[in-house]
């Protein structure tokens, strides 16, 4: 089995519950519904609690000090488009580790503030967090509670206290623009995904970069908002592809692959053939992309090695060990037959 991290800071550092309770002007019995997760405490007072147990670096485990061996995995929701890949291969690897995974989708707002309280109920062995954004809230409750937890694709430096793995998300986004336009596409359109997740502003930023790189002026009209849904996927294509055929794209270059299979639905209603009408490159490499017709030439991201990297970060953590505490992928276009030259060059 392996044991909880261990804490650099001596029983005669940290605060007592009244300490807490004397802070925060309420009462012990308060203090102590909050650590151990019970109603009955006003929203308002169970967030200056918390924030005060964060900045005086209170630490005790809810429940049980018995570390469950199963590592959870947080995700806004699971859709086909990268988070079900990211089931797949931690629940493969962890269970060579003899490790249980626990799937927990957090919701936004309320509701993902009661799935982190239910998480550090079962004070997992770590948590890996698959989300547009994280908190500071959030890590705050994970850190009074020790428990390490890995930000997939986190957004800026990473702090000492926080372990992230990602991939290069803006070199993906500056290869696939790269491919369309050494084909000889100039009007190039874009379905981006949400406008607060790190990944989608970097693929943009690679998209933008290679446009300018080209001495090319991105279209404002090409470039629509996406969610990496379905329904929004397609809802930006058919907006793309319903503009004048003189001002629509000749090439799509979508965010994520499951953007790029309703950019195929979109077309094929308009009676347009792929790739010769309209060339399509997507994002993530996940099923079914290569069974597509035709077959979707794609930005890999290399799930398996992200799934492994996070709970080996997680391990470390809870064994000591002095590991890699930020770790980014490269990515690689796999090139398939979604796209083609333009009709007019």
Known sequence: MISPARSTTTNADKPSVGDIARIAGVSAATVSKVINGRDGVAAATRERIEHIMAETGYSKPLVSTKVSQTIELVLTEILPNGT?????????????????VTVSVSGRGARSEQRFREILNRNPLGVILLLSTVTEREKALLRSRNIPFVIIDPVGQVPDDTFGVGIDNWTGGLIATEYLISLGHQRIGVITGPEDAQSSQARYGGYMTAMHRAGLEPDPQLIVHGDYTAEQGYAAACELLDLPEEQRPTAIFAFNDITAINVYRAARQRTMTLPEDLSVVGFDNVYPSQYLYPALTTVNQPF??????AVDMILDARGDVDGDRCVIFPTQLVVRESACPPKQA
């Open 84 to 100: 079900d890949a990211m089931i797949k291969e931690t629940t493969d690897y962890a269970q060579t580790l003899s490790l249980g």
């Open 304 to 309: 398996d090695l992200i799934a492994r990297k």
